[in-house]
T-cell receptor, first 117, second 115 residues
Framework: AQSVTQLDSQVPVFEEAPVELRCNYSSSVSVYLFWYVQYPNQGLQLLLKYLSGSTLVKGINGFEAEFNKSQTSFHLRKPSVHISDTAEYFCAVSDYAGGTSYGKLTFGQGTILTVHP | EAGVVQSPRYKIIEKKQPVAFWCNPISGHNTLYWYLQNLGQGPELLIRYENEEAVDDSQLPKDRFSAERLKGVDSTLKIQPAELGDSAVYLC?????????????FGPGTRLTVL
């Protein structure tokens, strides 16, 4: 079974400051990793994903994440946030080793990012 | 291109009443998912369809929940009877190709309140 832990339930930051949203996962098999964003009253939207190759992944809206296999982490970062980045962010994993859980997305509990002016 | 469409957006019912949610995925997407999202939690998969076949319904509470995707396009999720604990947001998503790594596109969800 796989699981995802988002270490911060809420992260308040000021506009133009850097931010890091932390995500750790647990899985007995190889995984794909994702970050989704959910704006109020909207569905989830994919920010970025790691499948293979370079461990630094760039996504939309200036976000990037780094896959660290030894630490089983996939932290999301942005060097300078905007008011419009205020939303809830979800880390998710999907395994590809076969079996009944193959391809199933398991989400973390979410981190609410609030950007203050 | 239209996104995933869900209706209704909001639904308030009394406990023990039936309720149904409808989802129309992105055109051409053969994989459809229903998720449950409780307040302050991430989405949890209820059921996944490949075309009209339910290939993963292990998390669907089958005593009261049912789902169908008869023609492999739109889908309906039903709860009968609803309980207070069913109050949550029900999300529908769709994807194409290999669903292990392809992006899932989510609808806006249906917020259910059971009184």
């Amino acid at each position: 079974a796989q699981s995802v832990t988002q270490l911060d339930s809420q992260v308040p930051v000021f506009e133009e400051a850097p931010v890091e949203l932390r995500c750790n996962y647990s899985s007995s098999v190889s995984v794909y990793l994702f970050w989704y964003v959910q704006y109020p009253n909207q569905g989830l939207q994919l920010l970025l994903k790691y499948l293979s190759g370079s461990t630094l992944v760039k996504g939309i809206n200036g976000f990037e994440a780094e896959f660290n296999k030894s630490q089983t982490s996939f932290h999301l970062r942005k060097p300078s946030v905007h008011i419009s980045d205020t939303a809830e962010y979800f880390c998710a994993v999907s395994d590809y080793a076969g079996g009944t859980s193959y391809g199933k997305l398991t989400f973390g509990q979410g981190t609410i990012l609030t950007v203050h002016p | 291109e239209a996104g995933v469409v869900q209706s209704p957006r909001y639904k308030i019912i009394e406990k023990k009443q039936p309720v149904a949610f409808w989802c129309n995925p992105i055109s051409g997407h053969n994989t459809l998912y229903w998720y449950l999202q409780n307040l302050g939690q991430g989405p949890e998969l209820l059921i996944r369809y490949e075309n009209e076949e339910a290939v993963d319904d292990s998390q669907l509470p089958k005593d009261r929940f049912s789902a169908e995707r008869l023609k492999g396009v739109d889908s309906t999720l039903k709860i009968q009877p609803a309980e207070l604990g069913d109050s949550a947001v029900y999300l529908c998503a769709s994807s194409s190709g290999d669903w292990s790594y392809n992006e899932q596109f989510f609808g806006p969800g249906t917020r259910l309140t059971v009184l």
